[in-house]
């Protein structure tokens, strides 16, 4: 028989720093999970992307087990990550922060396919698009993907 959902948290945490310490401890001590227990296996499923920071949906059952899905790191976090700024703009309609080209728009598209509500690659770019426009990034260069209306 399967176990009963008793909750869903849903975190982002730097790949290998999961720790007690807010937002994991509060978060999970409140459901009755172990904490110490959810960061070791975090930790040592995220060793290899040491850092970075990544969604994790855990679900907590009503015997206080739990089991976690990491995904793909946050579109923003990743065009933050090749253009080499620090934060989006304030204003993106006014002032533009960065450029970033279609190629590495499609690379990060691709990157997130698994975690996006899309079925095409066309689809996933103008998305993550969509989030660099929202930054303040500017899209140049190479061919646009082209969408059906």
Do not use: H
């Not at 008793?6 to 937002?23: E, F, M, S, V, W």
């Not at 923003?76 to 989006?88: C, R």
């Not at 703009?89 to 728009?105: G, H, L, M, Y």
Request: charged residues 20%; contains cysteine; hydrophobic residues 40%.
């Amino acid at each position: 028989m399967a176990k009963e959902v008793a909750a869903l948290i849903k975190l982002q945490i730097k790949g290998g720093a999961a720790n007690p310490a807010p937002p994991v401890g509060p978060a999970l001590g409140a459901k009755g999970v172990n904490i110490m227990e959810f960061c070791k296996q975090y930790n040592a499923r995220t060793q290899d992307k040491p850092g970075k920071v990544l969604p994790c949906v855990i679900t907590v059952y009503s015997d206080k087990s739990f089991d976690f899905i990491i995904k793909t790191p946050p579109a923003a976090i990743q065009i933050m990550e090749s253009t080499k700024i620090k934060k989006g703009s304030s204003t993106p309609n006014k002032s533009k922060v960065a450029n970033i080209s279609w190629d590495q728009v499609k690379t990060i598209a691709e990157d997130k396919m698994a975690d996006m509500n899309c079925f095409t690659i066309d689809a996933a770019m103008t998305m993550v698009a969509g989030t660099a426009r929202s930054m303040g990034v500017t899209v140049k260069g190479g061919d646009a993907p082209i969408t059906k209306k």
